[in-house]
Structures are given as structure tokens and as C-alpha cells.
């Protein structure tokens, strides 16, 4: 399968592309009059056409009811200006919002909707389910069913545990990673993010990233005193850490491929030099391929770029949209969980019907030919399709894709880590993403988080999306 990336593992950068993405698309009417309070520095003048007062009111009423507004930082349009827009249904590759407006979407609910939102398939057989109940707080069937089908596909899983979202699966990794091998400190990279346990909120990605925040308040330095962290990339900052630490090392822990600082590639060799040096130190290599996993390829990024770690987590598209998570790895590893072994970790809806059923659901449909080829297309004609259109109108800009997952920086670029991420022009993405969301796309309003395509995008969607970008790039 081809790629396209900002850096590493044979992928080629975007800024060398050369053949020019088909843009021709009809123009759809429009007549939105701007009712939001946006920054004037940040909104292009296609903002001007869109209607949001009902979000306005209802985001206005749930900032009295929930800390910010939201349920989950990254949602509040913090680094974007403005406010978030209030979805009431989504289908396919649209959402609507609670104004009427509708949008092509490239957020995919932070990655699960690979298929699509509210695949009617899968809807049938969670009503079938939810006749049966929602919740047993005991074994089901269903839950031998999801994880014979994740062994089978992912290569490091001989054994798996669901859990309820992807920060509990890495909190449960790491925890076991730590019990087997009887060490404390793990290694991390700037600009990931493992959800918020404490141990990973050290120069951490995603909303926090998003934020501008300082690790976070709250955290005691005992939680992190054992986190070390290195730059995405950086081999030889890897092994001074090992150098400097010789036998005290428990597990190096990462995104293969960064999406929550941007999408980051790993450079040639990066992941493979992780797993070497982690055999020759027994210290274990996790992969969190929560966005990554069955999104990249049906095995996830191992898979993919062909290295086997210890320890995967996974969410998202393995509960087909409904909360979920799991983490797994060899069974000699995972034989410590309880109640197997002494490395206690539990939870009422763990492998609950609900999210077992979409997850299986979810999965046939992508194990099927050619789902694959068909996001490699798909995403990259529209990754290069914008890229094109930003530099044609003068805008510094790098961008790549593999297989359903991408990015782009406003930036000359390549980008390798965090570091390179933040050169990019945050205050130009803002106004982009105010456009494009005035142009009926929906993006994700951080210039710090990757994009997901689906199944059910068009080559319609994407020649729509590439040519309401082409007169957003005009207009900042």
C-alpha cells in the first residue's frame, strides 16, 4: 500500500509532490449570516456565511453545567478562537449541527468511525443486542468473539483485556509493564499522549498540546518522577536515557505513528532501532496504537511498518464509536493481570455487549478486500489536494498520510517531533479552520491533532473539500 508522510519509513513528503489533485467541484450555496463571537485576527470572510446562534446558546448554557463547557478539553476550540459548534446527528461522512448547518467530517469522532458514522449495519445488530440488555457485569459470549478476532489480527496479542477508553488501557499497560519486568522508570515521547493518568502527563500531546498547557496541576511529582522523556525521532536521545539509567529502564512507550501532536511518521529505522535497544536492556516496547490500531492496517501500525512490541493498546475503532479500550501482548506477559496473576486492574463494563458487538461489527467490514487501498486513495488526493491548493496560494505548508490517518502543518516543514510540530503557524490554521468550517468541513480545530477519513467519504467529498480549501487559502 503507498503513503505519503512528513517524514520516515520510506514515505515520500508531500512537498515533493508533483501532479496536481483534480479540484473541480460544485459550489454549495450558502446564505449564513455570523452570530458567534470569533476573533477578527482569526476568522477568514467565508465565516461571515455561517449560522451558529443555537450552538451559541446551547455551548453558553454548558459552560454554567461542565468546566469549560465540555466533557473533553481538546472539544472547547480553545486554539482556534470561538466556540464549538453543538452536533445533533451525524451519518456516513456528514454531522449536522443543532443550527441545520452540515459538514463533511474529517474528525471521525477522534478516529472511530472508519466505516463511517452510524453504519446502518452496525445499528441493526446493537438494537439486536440491546434486546438481550446493555451492561451484564458478567462474562458474554460476545467478548471471546471481539478478541479472538484482535488476536487473530494484531501480531503482538496472544492474549487481550478490554477496558473502557483508550487512557485506562495505557494506565493498565503501564502497570503491567512495570509489574513483569519489576522496574519503575518508562521512557515516553514530547507530544504524546497516552490519556491523563498521571505517570504520562510529562510534555504530553492531544489537548494538552492543544491548550498550551504546563504539565498538568494536581499531578504529585512522586506520579513522575520515574518519567523520562526523549523527542519522537530521537534515537540517540533514547539510548543516553538507557545509558544513564542502565537496569532501571521497565518500558519505552509510544505512538508508532504520532497523532496527537499532528501526525507524525516515524523516521527509517526509529522503530526498529525502539525494539532493539529495548531487547538488549529487557526493558518491554509499547506500541499505543489506539488511533493507529486497525486504522493503518487491519493489524495496525505494527503491521504496517513490521515490528512487533510487547505490550498494544487499542480503543476507538475497535468499539465501532461506543467507549472501549484494550491492552494485550504476549500471553506470558499477560498471564500477570489478574485474575491470572498478582497485577491488579478491573472495571464494571469492561467488555460490556454494547461496545463488543460494534467492535465485531466494525471489523468484518474493514477486514474486507480493499478497504485499505481504498483509504490510501482517498486520503491521498485529499492530503495532497490541500497541500497543493495552500502552496499555490503562497502558504508554507507539509503534510502526509497513511492509509485512513493524516495531517498538515503550516509549516516549510519536514516534521520529525513536537519541537518541529510547534514552528507551525497556529494563528493562519485558526482562520483556515474557521473557513473551511464556513465551507461545510469539519476539521479538527487543533493544528496538534490528526485527521481521519472513512469508508463512506466520496471522491466527491474529497474533490468538495480540496476546492472549498483552494478559496479558503485565497481569503487568508
Not at 469522532?109 to 452510524?118: C, E, L, R
Not at 519489576?182 to 494538552?208: M, Q, R, T, W
Not at 516515524?266 to 526498529?272: E, G, I, M
Not at 497513511?402 to 510547534?422: C, R
Request: contains cysteine; charged residues 20%; aromatic residues 8%.
Amino acid at each position: 500500500m503507498a503513503a505519503s508522510g512528513i517524514a520516515g519509513a520510506g514515505l515520500t513528503l508531500l512537498n515533493c509532490f508533483s501532479s496536481t489533485a483534480s479540484s473541480s467541484s460544485s459550489t454549495r450555496c450558502r446564505t449564513r449570516s455570523l452570530t458567534m463571537a470569533v476573533s477578527t485576527d482569526q476568522k477568514p470572510k467565508t465565516t461571515e456565511r455561517l449560522t451558529l446562534r443555537k450552538s451559541e446558546e446551547a455551548f453558553a448554557a454548558a459552560k454554567e453545567l461542565m468546566p469549560g463547557g465540555v466533557n473533553s478539553p481538546v472539544r472547547a476550540f480553545k486554539s482556534v478562537g470561538g466556540q464549538p459548534i453543538i452536533i445533533d446527528s451525524v451519518k456516513g461522512s456528514r454531522m449536522w449541527d443543532i443550527d441545520g448547518n452540515e459538514y463533511i467530517d474529517y474528525v471521525g469522532s477522534w478516529g472511530p468511525a472508519i466505516i463511517g458514522h452510524a453504519d446502518d449495519q452496525v445499528l441493526a445488530a446493537l438494537s439486536e443486542t440491546m434486546k438481550k440488555g446493555t451492561s451484564f457485569g458478567a462474562p458474554c459470549l460476545l467478548e471471546n468473539t471481539l478478541a479472538e478476532m484482535v488476536i487473530a489480527a494484531v501480531p503482538s496479542i496472544e492474549m487481550v483485556r478490554f477496558v473502557n477508553s483508550g487512557t485506562e488501557a495505557c494506565m493498565g499497560a503501564l502497570r503491567l509493564a512495570r509489574a513483569f519486568t519489576g522496574k519503575e522508570k518508562i521512557i515516553k515521547f514530547e507530544g504524546c499522549y497516552h490519556g491523563h493518568a498521571d505517570p504520562f502527563l510529562v510534555k504530553a500531546g492531544s489537548g494538552v498540546a492543544t491548550l498550551g498547557l504546563p504539565d498538568s496541576p494536581g499531578v504529585p511529582k512522586a506520579a513522575t518522577n520515574e518519567t523520562l522523556t526523549a523527542p519522537y525521532n530521537d534515537i540517540a536521545a533514547v539510548e543516553k536515557i538507557f545509558e544513564d539509567n542502565k537496569g532501571d529502564i521497565a518500558v519505552v512507550f509510544l505512538e508508532p505513528v504520532v497523532g496527537n501532536a499532528g501526525f507524525i511518521t516515524p523516521k527509517p529505522d526509529f522503530l526498529s532501532a525502539l525494539r532493539k535497544i529495548t531487547k538488549e536492556n529487557n526493558a518491554l516496547l509499547v506500541f499505543d496504537e489506539v488511533m493507529t490500531g486497525f486504522r493503518l492496517s487491519y493489524g495496525g501500525a505494527q503491521e504496517y511498518f513490521g515490528i512487533t512490541p510487547d505490550i498494544t493498546t487499542l480503543g476507538k475503532i475497535i468499539g465501532g464509536g461506543l467507549p472501549v479500550g484494550a491492552y494485550g501482548g504476549r500471553r506470558d506477559i499477560m498471564e500477570t493481570v489478574a485474575p491470572a496473576g498478582p497485577m491488579y486492574q478491573a472495571g464494571t463494563l469492561s467488555g460490556n455487549p454494547l461496545a463488543m458487538t460494534a467492535g465485531i461489527q466494525t471489523l468484518k467490514r474493514i477486514k474486507e478486500a480493499g478497504t485499505y487501498e481504498y483509504l490510501d486513495n482517498i486520503t491521498g488526493e485529499l492530503v495532497q489536494g490541500i497541500v497543493e491548493a495552500g502552496k499555490k496560494a503562497g502558504h508554507a505548508m507539509c503534510g502526509g498520510h497513511i492509509n485512513g490517518m493524516f495531517g498538515f502543518f503550516f509549516t516549510e516543514g519536514p516534521v520529525y517531533n513536537f519541537t518541529d510540530a510547534k514552528k507551525s503557524d497556529t494563528e493562519k490554521f485558526a482562520k483556515f479552520f474557521w473557513g473551511m468550517l464556513a465551507e461545510g468541513v469539519y476539521l479538527a480545530p487543533s493544528q496538534f491533532e490528526a485527521g481521519f477519513t472513512s469508508l463512506a467519504h466520496t471522491s466527491d467529498d474529497i474533490k468538495k473539500t480540496i476546492a472549498a480549501a483552494e478559496r479558503v487559502f485565497r481569503e487568508i
